[in-house]
């Protein structure tokens, strides 16, 4: 059954025209499951009922004609209910609505179960049976598997469809997705594909068959080479044995009847890639289904070839002339790709993975490109150099606009453009709020290696100097003396201002590519603090070099992350007196610069330091609040996860209620307190952070003059009134729309929405 299952959703998703796909699917649903009658209805949301689009069993002309509100008949009651409806005698039903034009008279049994996709019923489908029975639970279990897996490929082909459908009448097509960074964009999308993956490949005909079968034979010539080379490299240093897999991809990839069904669905129209797409999917499920443990695993054998292949085919077509200015879409966007695209005429990024704490969001936000997260079901390679427009504000996306649409967001961009300026002119000025309450704004600074944009931001020093990038840089750990120059350069930029390191904070998702981590759950890992003390020696190593360079500057603090008890506290503080003291005894006699012992302080990003700031409090000098992962421990939710980044908010009362029990508590041990997450960043944020008692906020360069007029325009009185109330509210999205209307009031939507 299982088989089945596969099969059916397989062919589904790469027939690239919907209503085929769906003929095509309900087809094989009323065979495999030997019933009369299989039919598909289709949400249309904007005129409120379901359509019927495909079936086998009811009347053909009824397609695409026949349509049930969402608050009629049983098709809307499964609608309404978001669960199956098995019923003996449909007729009999009080739900039930006859519709003659769809021919079910002599239709009894009906199961029913609906299509959902992130939340949303996307479609219903239901088989019926002449005879009056209920289907049994098998046959129910079937038809809610189906469903589920269904749902991606029906919201995936729903896209393409009306793409498609767009593309040939000149219509934009608008989808949305999570904000990422605040701005506007308007301009081409250049499309990367950084891996070759057969999944992400939309099927596409073209009419050149001769070039395509060029291309398919000249990446199977390159890809045996590779295997080849391989063989060749690893053959010095590993067994005979363990290289039979090259032996047995060349086997596979030598198979004449692979070749020969990928030439034969070339010559149907399809190119290459399509072509090898579909018979490497076929290969994989007859594979699968194989009882034979052994043989079953060379299921992920064929894939990987077709991988290696298409690799191989892409880069044969591979175009890298780039637009002199375009905006950057792929699968993942990651930062290595900002730092490679950013000079090049980047204007935002569209990620089809992420949410808008992920870490190229983030970066995105400090070199100040709009950009929008999280945009699932959309084919890749059929968006290359179209026409878009990104909101990063609301995170909308308007593929192909039309002129009316560009207009409009060409107003709000020249409205943008006058409230940065405007902005510009408190870049020098105090944060101070109208009512004489002050507050400091530094710099979260490491993801680059010039301070020269950083210095001018108007920040009063840096609250986050992120440490772990020039490990990441690198082939290997870098030695102390390279770090000390590191840390010199640092400390000298701001000569007058507090420089905030913390020490290495890998995990999760920040590796090194000389020091991997393979772990099932790695948020929950081996990371931060936790790595650098179970290795002292890289620990002592780096706080060594950072208080070498510390002198003649005495401008450092040190901050450790991921603290989750005191006994880390204790143990990370003895280092850093060994260190102090060995550094005291080495450069004594050295230098007449007294050697200075730092200020240490702590990250309080992991919930169970919430309930123990009384014993940190007397260990350590300062507290800094790393708001995105400590809205990811108490959400429980994955920040990189496009599937649950709608659920990740630093607006959610728990963590909103969790921010102000630190700076009351902080308040009471008088700690200073400050708070380096993206939320202080955002006007509202900054807001409610304020009238919490947090001292400082760091933030990236970009935003320190929008954050300072903010405080600049506002009294800490209303502040501390408007977080009264925000702490009462039960659900994110009230408080959202409670801020929103509070910064409205106050003159301040242009940091909030598009235009002034």
Known sequence: MLT?????????????????????????????????????????YQKQHFLL??????AKASMGQTTIGFTEGLIGLVGQREEPLNIANAKEHPHFIHAPEVREEDLNAFLATPIIHQRKV??????????????????????????????TALAS????????????????????????????????????????????ISLQKVPDKHVQRHRFHYAVLKTRADFEQMTQELSHVITDSSLDIFEVYKQLLDNPDLGKEVEEHIQQGWNAESALKLVIDNYVVQFEAIEDSYLR?????????????????????????????????????????????????????????????????????????PAIMGVDRIPLTKLHQQSVIVDGYSGELFIAPNDAIKREYQHLIVEEDALTNRVKQVKDLPAITQDGRALELLLNAGLSSGFGHSQNSGAKGIGLYRTEIPFMNRSCFPSEQEQTELYQEVLAAFPKQAVTMRTLDVGGDKSLPYFPIQEDNPFLGWRGIRITLDHPEIFLLQVRAMIRANQGHNNLEIMLPM???????????????????????????DSDEKLIRPKVGIMIEVPAAIFQLKELAHRVDFFSVGSNDLTQYLLAVDRNNAQVASLYDAYHPAVLRALNTIAEEAGKYLVPLSLCGELASEPAGALLLLAMGYDKLSMNPHNVPRIKWVIRHIEFQRAKVILSHALTLATAKQVHSYLNEQLEQMGLGGFIRAGM
């Open 297 to 369: 695993e060379r299921a992920s054998d064929i894939r990987d070839l077709g991988n290696r292949v298409l690799l191989n085919l892409q880069q044969f077509n591979k175009t890298d002339v780039l637009p002199e200015e375009f905006i950057l879409m792929s699968e993942d966007v990651t930062a290595s790709m900002l730092a490679e695209y950013q000079h090049q005429g980047l204007k935002g990024i569209i990620s089809l993975s992420g949410s808008n704490n992920s870490h190229a969001a983030i970066l995105a936000r400090a070199l100040g490109l």
């Open 4 to 44: 089945t299952l596969r099969r059916i959703v397989l062919e589904f998703s790469q027939e690239p025209e919907l209503e085929r796909a769906l003929l095509r699917m309900v087809t094989e649903v009323k065979k495999a499951m030997a019933t009369d009658c299989c039919s598909v209805y289709l949400a249309d």
């Open 157 to 200: 082909a729903e896209v393409l469809s009306g793409l498609i459908q767009d593309q040939d009448t000149r219509r934009s097509w608008q989808l949305k997705g999570v904000a990422g960074a605040p701005g506007i964009a308007i301009g081409e999308i250049f499309v990367s594909l950084p891996k070759a993956d057969l999944g992400s």
């Open 563 to 589: 603290i989750s008890n005191v006994s880390e506290v204790d143990d990370a503080i003895r280092l850093i007196n060994q260190a102090y003291y060995e550094l005291g005894s080495e450069l004594s006699s």
């Open 122 to 151: 996307l479609g219903i489908i239901s088989i019926q049976q002449k005879q009056a029975r209920q289907f049994n639970e098998n046959e129910e279990a079937f038809l809610v598997t189906l469903a589920a897996q269904l749902a």
């Open 53 to 58: 689009m495909a079936s086998d069993g009811l």
